[in-house]
């Protein structure tokens, strides 16, 4: 009676511990029917002695391995409960043992992947809590009547890591800008040209820096339910209550017109139309396309190259001339190749640096009702990351095919990228798992840094006066300037001898020649 039951199972079924050798060199030669083993083994124990102890000494091998079948099986019943109960709460549940002995090896190779992901994106560290976040911990540590705290909380809207990276690319393209005296180290520059290049950069800083603080209290203004859903944004200012809605948009206002006032004043008006599309981009187009499609992502790509062209039209209003110093010729012109180019290092430079961001935080970006790449179509998201990394190759050599910096930018600018690229291929390949995602940020963290520097190490012009200096060359303008003045000297005493019979007029004719 107790064997019976595991004699109605399939054959297949059937393991060597619950058969006797007979029945085992008969399943060896052909597979009999489930009735015919039945009665064969019947049979042959009945003849054999089953019951007997006998018998099983007489099979102590088959016995021996009967109790190490067992053995393995508890073993493995034990490690996949160890495994199971071990695994996180949102890993992908592990399959038996009797599942994973009889799975298919495609099927086994895929859920070795996706219990791989599971596992690393449990574990996978998330990305530190913003420069606004910080600062309004900060603010509100301090007491409640204390003026510290209100400038801090206010401080906190500028979102001052993204406004310090808007004024590097902006001083970047304006330092990069062929003008001898910016970021020249000649000596023989005249000062007052370099106090006013002084006073436009001052102007240009302030001013960039004060329309950035306004997009960014604006983008706060209208989404301060969303920033409460994901843990990097919910300790902002606005949440958490530190600075009025109402607070809030004077502030905006207030930094918007003074912003756009000192670039209209301290370099050209093209540079403030700049500033003032750019605060409306960001604020009204960018901030709530957020919630509507994930071409959100190009638009903010646009606001982030916007800032290097103004850079580079502030450095060209001061030579333009009274006929030229209109937004065509400055946006259009042939020397405008450069601020496009940088406009488009920008641009392209958005996708890694973003890209790696959303997807560390993708769960976060679902929750508040983003529409992001890294959540809507990872797999989009990380191509796109890669391809406008490999954009970077052409960008960089564009700017040293026209001249505005020299051949060691091609070395430091090809290390940057190639590292960059890297990562950006390790982030595709491996879907942002195993580390990519967040080696993918920090190296568009460095990335971007290194090519603005190392643009304005490298500019074409720079090092010649330290060069002249260093092998003794002669200045050459001077040489020119004193061989001119000579000239006209000897004219001067020529025309003040009539007696050799030379007019006065035939002089001052050769002179003008």
């Known amino acids: 009676m107790i064997i019976r039951p595991s004699l109605l199972r399939p054959v297949s079924a059937l393991d060597s511990a619950s058969l006797c050798s007979r029945c085992l060199s008969r399943l060896a030669q052909g597979r009999p029917s489930t009735g015919s083993l039945r009665r064969s083994f019947v049979t042959t124990c009945r003849q054999s002695g089953v019951f007997h102890r006998e018998y099983f000494s007489s099979h102590e091998p088959l016995a021996r391995s009967s109790v190490r079948t067992g053995l393995l099986a508890s073993s493995a019943?034990?490690?996949?409960?160890?495994?199971?109960?071990?695994?996180?709460?949102?890993?992908?549940?592990?399959?038996?043992?009797?599942?994973?002995?009889?799975?298919?090896?495609?099927?086994?190779?895929?859920?070795l992947k996706e219990e791989e992901e599971a596992n690393t994106n449990a574990t996978e560290p998330t990305i530190p809590l913003d420069a606004s976040a910080r600062l309004s911990a900060i603010s509100s540590a301090l007491p409640t009547t204390s003026l510290r705290r209100k400038l801090t909380a206010y401080f906190?809207?500028?979102?001052?890591?993204?406004?310090?990276?808007?004024?590097?690319?902006?001083?970047?393209?304006?330092?990069?800008?062929?003008i001898s005296s910016l970021l020249t180290l000649d000596p023989a520059v005249a000062q007052p040209t370099l106090s006013t290049s002084t006073l436009t950069f001052l102007y240009l800083t302030?001013?960039?820096?004060?329309?950035?603080?306004?997009?960014?209290?604006?983008?706060?203004?209208?989404?301060?339910?969303?920033?409460?859903?994901?843990?990097?944004?919910?300790?902002?200012?606005?949440?958490?209550?530190?600075?009025?809605?109402?607070?809030?948009?004077?502030?905006?206002?207030?930094?918007?017109?003074?912003?756009?006032?000192?670039?209209?004043?301290?370099?050209?008006?093209?540079?403030?139309?700049?500033?003032a599309a750019n605060i409306c981009l960001y604020a009204f187009a960018y901030t709530p396309l957020k919630r509507i499609h994930v071409v959100n992502t190009w638009v903010g790509a646009v606001v982030g190259a916007i800032p290097p062209m103004m850079g580079w039209v502030a450095a060209a209003g001061q030579t333009a001339t009274t006929g030229h110093d209109t937004w065509r010729d400055m946006l259009l012109s042939e020397d405008s190749i450069g601020g496009w180019l940088l406009a488009?290092?920008?641009?392209?430079?958005?996708?890694?640096?973003?890209?790696?961001?959303?997807?560390?935080?993708?769960?976060?970006?679902?929750?508040?009702?983003?529409?992001?790449?890294?959540?809507?179509?990872?797999?989009?998201?990380?191509?796109?990351?890669?391809?406008?990394?490999?954009?970077?190759?052409?960008?960089?050599?564009?700017?040293?095919?026209?001249?505005?910096?020299?051949?060691?930018?091609?070395?430091?600018?090809?290390?940057?990228?190639?590292?960059?690229?890297?990562?950006?291929?390790?982030?595709?390949?491996?879907?942002?798992?195993?580390?990519?995602?967040?080696?993918?940020?920090?190296?568009?963290?460095?990335?971007?840094?290194?090519?603005?520097?190392?643009?304005?190490?490298?500019?074409?012009?720079?090092?010649?006066?330290?060069?002249?200096?260093?092998?003794?060359?002669?200045?050459?303008?001077?040489?020119?300037?004193?061989?001119?003045?000579?000239?006209?000297?000897?004219?001067?005493?020529?025309?003040?001898?009539?007696?050799?019979?030379?007019?006065?007029?035939?002089?001052?004719?050769?002179?003008?020649?």
Not at 156 to 178: D, M, N, V
Not at 494 to 511: F, H, I, M, W, Y
């Open 77 to 111: 019943a034990t490690r996949t409960a160890s495994i199971n109960t071990s695994a996180p709460a949102n890993s992908t549940p592990i399959a038996s043992a009797s599942e994973i002995s009889h799975e298919l090896p495609h099927r086994r190779r895929k859920r």
């Open 156 to 178: 906190a809207l500028t979102k001052p890591r993204l406004s310090f990276l808007i004024l590097l690319s902006t001083t970047s393209a304006y330092g990069l800008y062929p």
């Open 206 to 275: 302030t001013g960039t820096f004060l329309s950035s603080a306004s997009a960014n209290a604006l983008n706060m203004f209208f989404e301060p339910k969303y920033d409460a859903r994901m843990t990097r944004t919910r300790n902002r200012p606005l949440v958490r209550g530190l600075v009025s809605t109402r607070g809030a948009v004077l502030f905006a206002i207030a930094t918007g017109v003074v912003g756009v006032g000192l670039l209209y004043v301290g370099t050209n008006p093209t540079v403030a139309a700049l500033s």
């Open 344 to 513: 488009a290092l920008l641009f392209a430079w958005q996708f890694p640096h973003f890209n790696s961001l959303s997807h560390l935080i993708r769960e976060e970006y679902k929750a508040a009702g983003h529409q992001m790449m890294a959540w809507v179509n990872p797999a989009r998201n990380a191509r796109v990351a890669l391809r406008y990394s490999i954009l970077m190759f052409p960008i960089a050599f564009g700017m040293w095919y026209i001249g505005i910096v020299n051949d060691w930018f091609l070395v430091s600018s090809t290390l940057a990228n190639g590292w960059l690229v890297k990562e950006a291929y390790q982030f595709w390949k491996h879907q942002g798992a195993k580390g990519s995602a967040r080696g993918l940020f920090w190296a568009s963290v460095w990335q971007l840094p290194i090519l603005l520097v190392g643009g304005l190490v490298t500019k074409t012009g720079v090092w010649d006066g330290v060069w002249r200096r260093i092998v003794g060359e002669p200045e050459e303008d001077d040489d020119e300037y004193y061989d001119d003045e000579e000239d006209d000297e000897t004219d001067v005493h020529v025309a003040q001898r009539p007696e050799k019979g030379v007019a006065l007029s035939t002089v001052r004719s050769t002179s003008t020649a």
